[in-house]
């Protein structure tokens, strides 16, 4: 097993994946955001979507 890069993977290995922020809900009594995954498997045409508190993703600051 290996990532995207070729590098190998083993349990207890931390990841990181890709997401974008779809959806808020502010009047929730947590943080919760929708995530879509923006790194799809090869060949899937389905979106893979996730709901999560806002504290367990860190963003990620552009470069321009």
Do not use: W
Not at 5 to 16: F, I, R, S, T, Y
Request: with cysteine; net charge negative; charged share 25%.
């Amino acid at each position: 097993m290996h990532d995207r890069n070729g590098k190998p993977l083993a349990v207890g290995d931390e990841v990181v994946i890709h997401g974008k922020v779809v959806e808020t809900f502010p009047n929730a009594t947590t943080c919760n955001i929708r995530l879509e995954l923006t790194d799809r498997q090869p060949g899937g045409t389905m979106p893979s979507f996730y709901t999560l508190t806002s504290n367990q993703v860190e963003k990620v600051e552009k470069v321009e």
